[in-house]
């Protein structure tokens, strides 16, 4: 079990570092950022329904706030791509709640605590994250507050990912390569609906 949450939070890390290069790398004004995600949160045109994944609703601003996310990496995303991603979220978020999947306050700020603290341990991530700070002014308490959901999130996968892993997992099999090949069998599982 704690391999497999190393494994995560490692990919949760390199998921943060190549964030944080990106935004190092632009010198992304992070106010400015906020600002457009305050738009779209609290524009209500966006509450349009675009989207049901099986018994899940997606909003406009749900697709928005991920076309924004997405647009400050270094890749291009289509809207077939923000779509898939919107739909593998889905999938993982149902799977979750099938399962009953929960985390409490304490161990999301602790798995927090320890993304951060792993980012701290390489001088070089250590770098690029107060070079993000000092150029956005925000403050490394601020910034793990802010990052409390993003760390929720991704506690849960990591727990419905052990727990598809202990009950399904053929012992012969790579624990990363089975875990996406579940999520993407769901994904073609998936009833769609979308409303343009």
């Known amino acids: 079990m704690k391999k497999n949450t190393i494994i995560i939070l490692i990919l949760a890390l390199l998921i943060v570092l190549s964030a944080l290069s990106v935004v190092a790398s632009q010198r992304i004004d992070f106010s ?4 457009d995600v305050d738009v779209i949160k609290n524009d209500q045109n966006n509450e349009r329904i675009i989207m049901k994944i099986n018994d899940v609703v997606v909003a406009e601003k749900d697709y928005k706030l991920l076309e924004l996310a997405l647009s400050q990496a ?4 289509d809207d077939k791509d923000i779509k898939d991603e919107l739909i593998r979220r889905a999938v993982i978020d149902s799977e979750i709640n099938k399962y009953g999947i929960t985390v409490s306050d304490e161990e999301v700020f602790k798995f927090n605590e320890e993304r951060f603290a792993l980012i701290y341990q390489d001088k070089e991530n250590s770098v690029l994250m ?8 925000i403050s490394l308490e601020d910034y793990k507050k802010q990052s409390l ?8 996968a990591v727990r419905l990912r052990e727990k598809l892993v202990e009950d399904y997992k053929d012992k012969n099999s790579d624990e990363n390569n089975f875990f996406e090949a579940y999520i993407k069998e769901k994904m073609d599982e998936a009833n769609v609906e979308f409303y343009e």
């Open 32 to 35: 400015s950022w906020k600002k």
């Open 74 to 77: 270094e890749k291009s995303y």
């Open 130 to 137: 107060n070079e993000f700070l000092e150029t956005n002014n």
């Open 149 to 156: 959901e993003i760390s929720k999130k991704a506690l849960l």
